[in-house]
């Protein structure tokens, strides 16, 4: 091997270090660390990590300027001067968490950079990404955890290490799966695992990871039984310390896989064909009972984000929120998880990148079921609670906002193709929804915040209950959005225009060949989940102000 291969896998190394130092520094900011005064200590390492960063960047920006390498530059840039000009007393968490984001969007660069960027490589690319963003949370979580405790201790070391051994092991499964799947996506056969350079360096990094789950076992065994952090050179220490030169050893090695050939796809010939240029997918077959019952198309990112809500469940919280959950609650999100895999990731995440119908009642679901179930387990963001109490205008616009946004993307071609054609659009398109769905359910649900049911014992200036005022107030922040939907659904059966013509219209499609006429029924579709919502929201309504009432009779 040449020297330039060489200094290439070293500079990689460290630029991958920096870089899950930086998130782990984040991680224990904005959401490990118990004490402000530990959040505040946590901006140093950050700073210097986040340093560290810009400089490997800058390094590789010195041959030849690139636009990546510069994006990824300018992010751990702006998180070296959070953590050096904010990052003091009550904003070290909010700083914490920023940094936490934009160390995410400078990782996910960095991956994509060298995997792809365009849908037809999301199927080797993602699993990839999540499989680096998972080593990163816990390396960085560990190695950030021994640094603040090399500068001293910490005020309450044992709840801080008990969390992130809660996160370390929900890093631990999706590292498995995702580490597994990148690999064998990537093998022309079983045997290529024993028989090729790719394969054993690949085996040697399951070897590792299987090693470093027994190692996080007995960290996890030792804390329920101790429940106490030890001090410099005890223990805790020198097994993280052994798992810290593993996870570098597993970096150094993943460095390398970048360089060594792969032998093929396990699945055999590459799919061809206008379906195949367009998602990296054969075009599957014609909607039947069977094709929908057995169509399942996986996406790495989803799912990891399904086992991320599954597993807050039991994360350790403090706090003034940190009173146990209700059982429906913690159903309510189990459900919605399950439900997230199974819209994105199961017949819809088949068809919907070749038929217009599938992606739209895709979207609606996401927006007004997953959405808003998942937001219905927790309670509304303080923030947003504040905002909607203080400025009372920012209802309706927020009520709106959501499905108009949703809609604009749609109806503008040079958004809605890269959201269509690109990794990152396509994840934002699936996630998004989601997301919004979620910040309308907290707008105009009437029992998502007491401050607006206008219930006595939240605030003493409000009455008892709510007038008649506040009731029409509420029906029509709950209109909006069930009006929005419909209005965007309708635009679509009754227009004429095709929308992203060149995907959906260019699949080669023999069945529901006329792109428009699919594109209308899915225009349809989308009427009937408004309709069905508006049903929803008003039998809640009625339901919760029949409560109401027989409450005060019964009071």
């Given at each position: 091997?040449?020297?330039?291969?060489?200094?290439?896998?070293?500079?990689?190394?460290i630029?991958?270090?920096?870089?899950a130092?930086?998130?782990?520094?984040?991680?224990?900011?904005?959401?490990?660390?118990?004490?402000?005064?530990?959040?505040?200590?946590?901006?140093?390492?950050?700073?210097?990590?986040?340093?560290?960063?810009?400089?490997?960047q800058?390094?590789?920006?010195?041959?030849?300027?690139?636009?990546?390498?510069?994006?990824?530059?300018?992010?751990a840039?702006?998180?070296?001067?959070?953590?050096?000009?904010?990052?003091?007393?009550?904003?070290?968490?909010?700083?914490?968490?920023?940094?936490?984001?934009?160390?995410?969007?400078?990782?996910?660069?960095?991956?994509?950079?060298?995997?792809?960027?365009?849908?037809?490589?999301?199927?080797?690319?993602?699993?990839?990404?999540?499989?680096?963003?998972?080593?990163?949370?816990?390396?960085?979580?560990?190695?950030?955890?021994?640094?603040?405790?090399?500068?001293?201790?910490?005020?309450?070391?044992?709840?801080?290490?008990?969390?992130?051994?809660?996160?370390?092991?929900?890093?631990?499964?999706?590292?498995?799966?995702?580490?597994?799947?990148?690999?064998?996506?990537?093998?022309?056969?079983?045997?290529?695992?024993?028989?090729?350079?790719?394969?054993?360096?690949?085996?040697?990094?399951?070897?590792?990871?299987?090693?470093?789950?027994?190692?996080?076992?007995?960290?996890r065994?030792?804390?329920?039984?101790?429940?106490?952090?030890?001090?410099?050179?005890r223990?805790?220490?020198?097994?993280?310390g052994?798992?810290?030169?593993?996870?570098?050893?597993?970096?150094?090695?993943?460095?390398?896989?970048?360089?060594?050939?792969?032998?093929?796809?396990?699945?055999?010939?590459?799919?061809?064909?206008?379906a195949?240029?367009?998602?990296?997918?054969?075009?599957?077959?014609?909607?039947?009972?069977?094709?929908?019952?057995?169509?399942?198309?996986?996406?790495a990112?989803?799912?990891?984000?399904a086992?991320?809500?599954?597993?807050?469940?039991?994360?350790?919280?403090?706090?003034?929120?940190?009173?146990?959950?209700?059982?429906?609650?913690?159903?309510?999100?189990?459900?919605?998880?399950?439900?997230?895999?199974?819209?994105?990731?199961?017949?819809?995440?088949?068809?919907?990148?070749?038929?217009?119908?599938?992606?739209l009642?895709?979207?609606?679901?996401?927006?007004?079921?997953?959405?808003?179930?998942?937001?219905?387990?927790?309670?509304?963001?303080?923030?947003?609670?504040?905002?909607?109490?203080?400025?009372?205008?920012?209802?309706?616009?927020?009520?709106?906002?959501?499905?108009?946004?949703?809609?604009?993307?749609?109806?503008?071609?040079?958004?809605?193709?890269?959201?269509?054609?690109?990794?990152?659009?396509h994840?934002?398109?699936?996630?998004?929804?989601?997301?919004?769905?979620?910040?309308?359910?907290?707008?105009?649900?009437?029992?998502?915040?007491?401050?607006?049911?206008?219930?006595?014992?939240?605030?003493?200036?409000l009455?008892?209950?709510?007038?008649?005022?506040l009731?029409?107030?509420?029906?029509?922040?709950?209109?909006?959005?069930?009006?929005?939907?419909?209005?965007s659904?309708?635009?679509?059966?009754l227009?004429?225009?095709?929308?992203?013509?060149?995907?959906?219209?260019?699949?080669?499609?023999t069945?529901?060949?006329?792109?428009?006429?699919?594109q209308?029924?899915?225009?349809?579709?989308?009427?009937?989940?408004?309709?069905?919502?508006g049903?929803?929201?008003?039998?809640?309504?009625?339901?919760?102000?029949?409560?109401?009432?027989d409450?005060?009779?019964?009071?």
């Amino acid at each position: 091997m040449s020297t330039v291969p060489v200094l290439a896998v070293l500079l990689g190394v460290i630029e991958d270090l920096a870089a899950a130092g930086a998130l782990g520094a984040s991680l224990l900011a904005g959401l490990l660390l118990v004490a402000p005064a530990d959040r505040a200590r946590a901006m140093t390492p950050l700073a210097v990590l986040g340093g560290v960063w810009t400089l490997t960047q800058l390094l590789v920006l010195a041959p030849a300027p690139r636009l990546l390498p510069a994006l990824v530059a300018a992010l751990a840039a702006l998180m070296t001067l959070l953590a050096v000009g904010l990052g003091t007393g009550a904003r070290a968490q909010t700083v914490g968490r920023l940094t936490g984001v934009l160390a995410v969007l400078g990782i996910s660069i960095r991956v994509l950079g060298d995997q792809g960027f365009l849908l037809p490589q999301a199927g080797q690319a993602v699993p990839v990404l999540v499989h680096v963003l998972a080593m990163s949370v816990w390396a960085g979580g560990l190695g950030a955890i021994l640094l603040l405790r090399a500068r001293g201790p910490l005020t309450d070391p044992s709840a801080v290490i008990v969390r992130f051994s809660h996160l370390a092991l929900l890093a631990w499964c999706v590292l498995a799966l995702s580490g597994l799947w990148a690999l064998l996506t990537r093998l022309g056969s079983p045997l290529d695992l024993v028989t090729t350079a790719f394969g054993l360096v690949g085996l040697a990094k399951i070897m590792l990871l299987l090693v470093l789950g027994v190692l996080g076992a007995l960290q996890r065994r030792r804390l329920a039984v101790q429940r106490r952090a030890d001090g410099p050179g005890r223990p805790f220490v020198r097994l993280a310390g052994i798992e810290l030169v593993l996870m570098a050893a597993a970096v150094v090695l993943g460095a390398l896989l970048v360089l060594l050939p792969a032998p093929g796809l396990l699945s055999g010939a590459a799919a061809t064909g206008p379906a195949a240029d367009l998602t990296g997918h054969a075009l599957p077959p014609a909607p039947s009972p069977v094709s929908l019952l057995t169509s399942w198309r996986p996406d790495a990112l989803v799912i990891a984000l399904a086992l991320t809500l599954v597993w807050a469940l039991r994360f350790p919280r403090t706090g003034p929120r940190a009173a146990p959950r209700a059982p429906s609650a913690e159903l309510r999100v189990v459900v919605g998880a399950v439900l997230l895999v199974l819209v994105v990731c199961g017949p819809l995440g088949v068809y919907g990148p070749v038929l217009s119908s599938a992606h739209l009642l895709q979207q609606g679901l996401l927006l007004v079921l997953v959405g808003p179930l998942l937001a219905s387990a927790v309670p509304t963001p303080g923030g947003l609670s504040r905002l909607l109490h203080r400025d009372p205008w920012t209802a309706p616009l927020l009520a709106l906002g959501p499905t108009g946004l949703l809609a604009l993307v749609h109806a503008t071609p040079w958004l809605l193709g890269p959201a269509l054609a690109t990794i990152p659009g396509h994840e934002l398109l699936l996630l998004a929804p989601v997301v919004l769905g979620a910040l309308t359910w907290w707008t105009v649900e009437p029992g998502a915040d007491a401050r607006r049911d206008g219930d006595s014992g939240a605030d003493p200036t409000l009455p008892a209950g709510p007038s008649a005022r506040l009731r029409v107030w509420r029906t029509v922040l709950a209109a909006l959005p069930v009006a929005g939907l419909a209005a965007s659904g309708l635009a679509l059966a009754l227009g004429s225009t095709l929308l992203a013509s060149d995907r959906f219209g260019a699949t080669g499609r023999t069945w529901r060949a006329d792109a428009l006429a699919d594109q209308q029924t899915g225009g349809w579709i989308l009427v009937g989940l408004a309709v069905l919502a508006g049903i929803a929201l008003a039998d809640r309504a009625i339901a919760s102000r029949t409560m109401r009432r027989d409450a005060h009779a019964h009071g």
